[in-house]
């Protein structure tokens, strides 16, 4: 998930010291929201029963991975983040967070929330949890992000991680549904994040950061944009035919990646002076229904897990 | 004797403070929590303890 509040850094209440706010800031609270919801959902999804206790705090150390890479992201982006619209409010380039706090915060915090999460859950979870804090902190953020104009694809694995990582700290492994969740994210990665590098004018081209907007143009983005709802369909699918799928799940399925792929060839359609005369309404409205889509996707696997509990539901 | 008053630091920081309080209280919570849940769990929670304890060798089955 993207945050995409813009932040005004003019304002006069700008504090010139950090406060206890500005560090939460850094652990990008937006995205740890999705974190906690697909990793709490892969956590009780799983055919094993975990202790209520030890599953909220492991969901909990989870989030705390997530925005501890959050924070490393932070570090390493501030250059970028200093000149993008939507980023420029950002602790660290808004001046009230040092770049090493900001580092010495997201090491610490991965650090404690490997280790919590392997003695609160299982140490497997906890190196899978570690290897995505690496891959989005040193992966993505570090190699991929400035350098291929498929940073999202690539990169969008870390964000896709938290379902499975939830489902590890049931069964301690992984298994068709887990990945079948992983890939869920996976694919729904590139047209949530395109179209917001459509509506996002300029952002990323005057960070020079290699968005599939800026390398291969907007028509492109478009394109692709269909592409990868068009394969995401069968992926939604699948998922919604393994074992934690259902007829309930099946269906929401269905519906949802009609509509996904319907957005996305409206958005095909239009060139750019149609989307400049409504300002970017479809691209805006698609943007937001990605985020409903990826919401009601993952309800229907919980509702699937609610009704087999009471004899439903499930093949 | 009187108390001095604060120094700007402090109340400047105040907020900071209070939250990095709250966050370590709940912290120490959560591991509180955890181990009571981790040993209500029934798991073995006794070794040998530095002698031969029989009671916890698990039965041959033959």
């Known amino acids: 998930m993207t945050d995409v509040r813009t932040h005004q850094i003019d304002s006069p209440a700008l504090s010139p010291e950090a406060g206890f706010g500005d560090y939460v800031a850094l652990l990008k609270p937006r995205v740890m929201s999705l974190v906690v919801f697909t990793a709490l959902v892969g956590l009780l999804v799983a055919p094993v029963p975990v202790h209520p206790f030890v599953g909220l705090t492991s969901v909990l150390f989870i989030a705390l991975g997530a925005g ?50 392997g003695l609160a859950a299982n140490w497997f979870a906890a190196g899978f949890l570690a290897f995505t804090i690496f891959f989005y902190a040193v992966v993505y953020t570090i190699w991929l992000k400035r350098a291929t104009p498929q940073n999202i694809v690539i990169g969008g694995a870390a964000g896709a991680f938290p379902p499975m990582i939830g489902w590890a700290c049931a069964t301690g492994g992984i298994s068709v549904e887990s990945v079948a969740m992983f890939l869920l994210i996976f694919m729904w990665t590139p047209p949530h994040f395109w179209a917001l590098a459509l509506f996002m004018k300029g952002d990323y081209e005057n960070a020079g950061v290699p968005m599939l907007t800026v390398t291969h143009g907007r028509r ?20 919604a035919l393994t074992g934690i799928g259902g007829p309930v799940a099946l269906a929401a399925a269905v519906v949802l990646n009609v509509l996904f792929v319907v957005g996305a060839l409206r958005i095909w359609r239009r060139d750019e002076v149609q989307a400049a005369a409504d300002a970017y309404a479809v691209e805006k409205r698609f943007f937001r229904f990605s985020l409903a889509y990826l919401f009601l996707c993952f309800v229907s696997f919980l509702a699937e897990a609610a009704l087999k509990s009471w004899g439903l539901g499930g093949w | 004797m009187s108390f001095r008053p604060d120094h700007e630091l402090h109340r400047r920081r105040m907020g900071r403070n209070l939250g990095i309080g709250l966050v370590l209280v709940v912290f120490v919570g959560l591991v509180f929590g955890l181990t009571i849940a981790k040993i209500s769990g029934g798991g073995q929670i006794s070794g040998f303890d530095h002698s031969v304890r029989p009671e916890l060798v698990p039965e041959e089955t033959q």
């Open chain 1, 68 to 117: 501890a890479s959050g924070a490393l992201n932070m570090w390493y982006d501030a250059d970028i983040d200093r000149v993008m619209r939507r980023t420029r409010g950002r602790p660290v380039p808004a001046g009230k967070v040092a770049p090493q706090e900001a580092l010495a915060v997201g090491l610490g915090l991965s650090g404690i929330a490997v280790v919590m999460l």
């Open chain 1, 220 to 239: 492109a983005t478009r394109a692709h944009i269909l592409v990868y709802s068009v394969l995401l369909a069968p992926v939604s699918v699948g998922a």
